[in-house]
């Protein structure tokens, strides 16, 4: 089982990324309007919320790379803990 403690700690590295992501996403959207600005009087607050809006999207490939590495090494660490709870039962 020499395998399992680099993964608790590439686990440890993705969730802690994923989690830091989400955290700054929950930053960003926390100023965003739900409403829109269709006069031109209100120009800086649409400046506002489309750079927002462009913040979130440039982070969202990396909230769905790290959410997904870490569910991965979920499953393989839960996966090679019951194959070798297994092998020691039999």
């Given at each position: 089982m020499n395998a399992l403690p680099?993964?608790?700690i590439a686990w440890a590295a993705f969730a802690t990324g994923f989690v830091l992501l989400m955290v700054y996403r929950g930053n960003l959207t926390r100023y965003e309007?739900?409403?829109?600005?269709?006069?031109?009087n209100n120009d800086s607050e649409r400046e506002l919320q489309t750079s927002i809006v462009r913040k979130v999207n440039r982070i969202q490939p990396l909230v769905h790379a790290?959410?997904?590495?870490a569910a991965l090494?979920?499953?393989?660490?839960?996966g090679?803990?019951?194959?070798?709870a297994w092998q020691k039962i039999q």
């Amino acid at each position: 089982m020499n395998a399992l403690p680099i993964m608790f700690i590439a686990w440890a590295a993705f969730a802690t990324g994923f989690v830091l992501l989400m955290v700054y996403r929950g930053n960003l959207t926390r100023y965003e309007e739900e409403q829109l600005f269709l006069s031109d009087n209100n120009d800086s607050e649409r400046e506002l919320q489309t750079s927002i809006v462009r913040k979130v999207n440039r982070i969202q490939p990396l909230v769905h790379a790290f959410g997904g590495a870490a569910a991965l090494l979920t499953v393989g660490i839960v996966g090679l803990y019951v194959w070798d709870a297994w092998q020691k039962i039999q």
